[in-house]
């Protein structure tokens, strides 16, 4: 070939790989998450086949930690190729109804304050008792190495033992506790029970806590008359607490926390208009059993940012929820997502998206690449080799229940 022939084929050649390089170019910048135009987020599980994994805990080191119900496991998450590993395992686990391993959180100060935080219900079968409890667990490398009580003997029943424990925005950490089937400790400022508890990240008592220096009240009590919780979330704008709360045959509630609070239980429920109780924002009868909640700060869909999303599991949808600039009423509610099961726990990750979990798996909202079929091995999403199912019309989604029907009484969590 003459030279001038190989200088065009040379040429030609460029002009393909630059063509080429553009193209891919344009994909990746329409592709990647957050770009113009790209505001679709679908459920992609994370981890499937699980034992009751029922509550998530981010630790500033990059490790996903998550509680197992039923074993008393606490398991750090894996990737595609590193498998799950067991971090600590709470012993004597009670089981009945709706007891076992409920709540867990992360130190906000992981690891320079080594600790993992538990709350548990008891089987201290050498005294014939069953109880609720929060500790935290000593960390070392990898694993735990040892349990401190922080609250002890909280009393349980086989419902109603409530149990999510989260750190607030101002470093203390808040544990539910439902009213253990005895609905008069609610109103009972001398116990733990029906009540959100504050406490310091050693177990003492916040000294700006609202009932500190009343005679006969437990100095923890942050809020009282609540039934059953299994949610709270604060919101970044206002840095307001807000927690979900299951009703009998009516009147879940979400709630906004007021220090020293009476939200009611058993004297009323619901939106009740009747002072000194607190009404919620918002009731739901019938019941949709709301699960744990978070304020939705990702960037994906935009129109979601600053949205209280509330878990369900009777109905497995996330709830969203617009709140009024003041964070005290619902200016509206639609439906972020359905979950293949009743979600339980709902937590915004490190990694800027919202995780939930199901009494068989761990879930994540990811970015939807534009002009891609969202399928197995996407190596937009795929750090964990996500298998992804379109949140919009995907086959798991499932009526609400009737209204008025009865519901069935929790399995849950
Ligand atoms: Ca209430």
Redesign the pocket.
Known sequence: METKGRLALVAALVAILVALAGLAVLWWSVSRPGAPGNDQVQLAPVRTGLPWPIALAFSPDGRVFFAERFSGRIQVLGNTTILDSTFFAIPEIASSGEQGLLGLAVDPNFPNRPYVYVYYTRDDAANGTVYNRIVRIRSSGSIGIGMDVLRDRIAASTIHNSGVIEFGPDGKLYALVGDAANSASAQDLSGPNGKVLRINPDGTVPSDNPFVGRPGADADVYTF???NMFGIAWSPGTHAGYVS?NGPQD?D?I?LLIPGGN???PN???I?RTPP?L??IIAYTPVIVPTNAAFYTATIPAASRGHLIVGSFNDHRLHEIALTADGTGVIRETFLATAPDGILDVEMGLDGMLWLTTPSGIYRLAPVPVNSTPMAGSGIIGWMGLVSTVVAGHPWRRPLLSRGSERTPPRKP
């Open positions: 008359g609540h039934r709360e009147s509630e709630n939200y009611g239980w009323v429920r619901g009740a109780y009404d919620p």
